[in-house]
Structure formats: structure tokens, C-alpha cells
């Protein structure tokens, strides 16, 4: 995934007043961790000096890798040079559809009568334990099954 942040507009020092640290670990724990996100590159788009100060915390909580892919741009053109127009929005100055667009069509399908149907269904979904191998060392071990060896080392 590449994301681009566009802070174009924002008063830095106003968000970063506000920004909580904790949560956004914690989201991208969960995206990048529990998802699999893959984060290919992090592009910020802001004229704003103060934007160090950002990627330096954002640096904090990511990993030393993703953190090396992160890029900052003053404007649209240097964005262009590294993010194809065909993948950025209409407000970046790309040829896909708009933010606003793709917002509405994301709504349409996660409020849809199918969607709805089938996240009631992966909800329910949980582990039947009449197929559960029964023996001694499952009940001993809550299902863990295997073989294990005890390494000492001096």
C-alpha cells in the first residue's frame, strides 16, 4: 500500500497539539500487524516546516523500516515524480475518482443488504469442538498438538 497524508491545508503545530500517539500505535499495530498491511512508501504533502517534528514521532512508532520509506513533498509535482496520476484521487491531481466519490461508494457497499448479511455471518463464525481431536494431551495442553523437546542451555 502507498499512503499519501495531505497535510497541505492543516496547521501542524494545531495537530500535533491533538494527535494521540497511543491510538495511532495502536491502529497501526492493528493494521499493519493484525491485517497485514504491507506499507510500501508514506508520502506527506505539506509546505509546513514543522512536518520533521511528525515524521520524527511518526518514526517512533513505526518500525525501522517502514519508517525509512517515509517522504515528504512541498508540493503536487514532486509527488507526481514518485506516485503514478492513474492510482492518486482528483483532489491530488490524479485521474482516479474523487475522495468524496469513493467515500460514497464505500458506504453503499458496507451498508448493503449482502455485506450486511455476510459480516452478521462472519460474526457468528466460531470453532466447532465436536471435531476437536480428544485425547490426554489435548485437554492437558487447551489443543495445542505436537511434538515438543526441552533444550537446556548453560
Known amino acids: 500500500m502507498i499512503i499519501v497524508i495531505d497535510y497541505s491545508e492543516t496547521d501542524l503545530v494545531e495537530l500535533l497539539k491533538v494527535l494521540d500517539f497511543v491510538q495511532l500505535r495502536q491502529a497501526l ?21 514543522t512536518v520533521e517534528t511528525l515524521v520524527s514521532l511518526f518514526k517512533q512508532i513505526l518500525s525501522a523500516k517502514v519508517g525509512q520509506r517515509i517522504q515528504i513533498h512541498k508540493d503536487l509535482e514532486s509527488l507526481h515524480k514518485v506516485v503514478q496520476k492513474d492510482v492518486l484521487p482528483e483532489e491530488l491531481g490524479g485521474s482516479e475518482r474523487s475522495i468524496a466519490k469513493l467515500h460514497r461508494e464505500w458506504v453503499d457497499v458496507y451498508s448493503s ?10 460474526k457468528a463464525a466460531s470453532t466447532n469442538e465436536k471435531y476437536r481431536q480428544i485425547d490426554k494431551f489435548n485437554e492437558e495442553y487447551m489443543g495445542i498438538a505436537g511434538t515438543f523437546k526441552t533444550l537446556n542451555v548453560d
Open 29 to 49: 499495530t492493528l493494521l499493519i500487524d493484525g491485517y497485514g498491511l504491507r506499507v510500501k512508501a508514506m508520502h506527506i504533502l505539506t509546505p509546513s516546516k
Open 113 to 122: 443488504k449482502e455485506f450486511q448479511e455476510y459480516f452478521n455471518e462472519m
